[in-house]
């Protein structure tokens, strides 16, 4: 009898239940990235803790980013795209946006270098001519 409740235990200590990877919520801040404008979709990552700067949220989510040759702090492109990189003009340029979980966009009126996203929060990038991503927070 020992026995077979000592399998018994073994089996049932063997079982972990988990849920989805994309119904894990993020403990840090969400990212959320458009690329719909550049024939791509819209990808999500979590930066972990506490960011301190949009910025290092976005690299933090698994996203590269680089700055207009000349024009630094302003991002030309998310993960290498667009390619090539342009001057931004109205009508095509990454535009940075704050949320929180199941509100609306607010357009940032900050720099994402200067920016400073709390935790459980999301930040979002749409490349177009400033229209929030197409996702909601």
Do not use: I
Not at 18 to 47: R, W
Not at 59 to 87: D, E, I, W
Not at 98 to 121: E, L
Request: charge should be neutral.
């Amino acid at each position: 009898m020992r026995r077979m409740l000592a399998v018994l235990a073994l089996v049932a200590s063997s079982f972990v239940v988990t849920s989805p990877a994309s119904a894990a919520p993020c403990a840090g801040v969400k990212v959320v990235v458009d690329f719909a404008a550049l024939g791509g979709g819209v990808q999500t990552g979590c930066a972990a803790g506490d960011p301190a700067t949009g910025l290092t949220a976005l690299t933090g989510a698994g996203f590269t980013y680089s700055f207009v040759p000349r024009q630094p702090g302003f991002v030309c492109r998310v993960n290498a795209l667009p390619n090539p990189c342009t001057m931004p003009t109205t009508s095509a340029y990454w535009s940075y946006w704050h949320a929180t979980p199941g509100g609306s966009w607010t357009y940032s009126t900050s720099g994402a270098g200067s920016y400073d996203p709390a935790p459980g929060t999301v930040e979002g990038w749409a490349f177009g001519p400033g229209t929030a991503p197409s996702t909601a927070p």
